[in-house]
């Protein structure tokens, strides 16, 4: 007897992806705590404010959410969307000028509620999102299975770590992790006290890979952002340091990595199965 997940499966794996051009991007670490969701939301905001059109995705319903960060009151998110109770239009929010959140739910909400109908009308509703570039998805930190349902749809992943060696370590197994599903993945560095540091951490974490994981696997490093008691204020006030201090140097540092990637994604547009609804397949068959 066919189970609720295989229908589930068959069901995504036989709708077609309609777009290639929005570029989905897991945002992830190995520990918590690293600056993830700051990184997320700031470089959403870069990335519009160079003119992109961009949606963040709160994967990781926990205690410091995107809408927090955002200013912004979600009364419904994406298991409403899934109940049926409401368009995903209803949902997205309008955070600023081509920057816009899509409030999320926990996996195991949206499995209990997902179903055939369901599912097939969420997806049906995607083509709303056709003219975004990017898609950011704050992922939870840690490598559990939800998680890397996340990471195995996204057409990019970007892990975040501090130089704290325990995060460091634990950005390695992430990595590893990574690896053995796709041929690349990106690196920011975080809370550095210099582009030395930075470089050094970085260059370490290399050795390690090309030692131990396969030889065609590549690790890009993206940027730094250095430590910066600015970050840590605008978080409390729940501001938006790229916004606020476009002209500073970590408002730089994270333009630079925003530049970084639109370049990188530029390049890979034309690669197939790639984008929103294909992501989308890929977690519903995921979980
Ligand atoms: N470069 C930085 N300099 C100084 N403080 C920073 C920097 N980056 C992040 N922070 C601060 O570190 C704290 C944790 O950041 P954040 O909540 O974004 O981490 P996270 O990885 O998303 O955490 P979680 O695992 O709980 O989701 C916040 O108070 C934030 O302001």
Known sequence: MKT???????LVQNEKPKDLKTRVIAITSGKGGVGKTTITANLGYALSALGFKVALFDADIGLANLDVMLRVNPKRNILNVLKNECTLKDIVIEVDKNFYLIPGESGEEIINFADEMSLSNFLSQLDYFEDFDFFLIDTSAGIDKRVQTFLDAADDVIIVTVP??????????????????????YMILNEVHSPKEANNIFGKIINVAKVNLRSDFRLLMLGYIKNDKSIYISSTKRLLFTKEYPNSSVSEQVFSIARKIAKISERKV???????????????SGF
Do not use: W
Request: charged content about 35%; overall charge positive; aromatic content about 10%.
């Open 164 to 185: 704290e060696p325990a995060a460091i370590t634990d950005a390695y197994a992430m990595v590893k992790v990574i690896s053995e599903k796709r041929d690349i993945a």
């Open 4 to 10: 609720q997940a295989d229908k589930l499966k068959n």
């Open 270 to 284: 034309l690669e197939k199965e790639k984008g929103l609804s294909s992501f989308f397949k890929k977690i519903f």
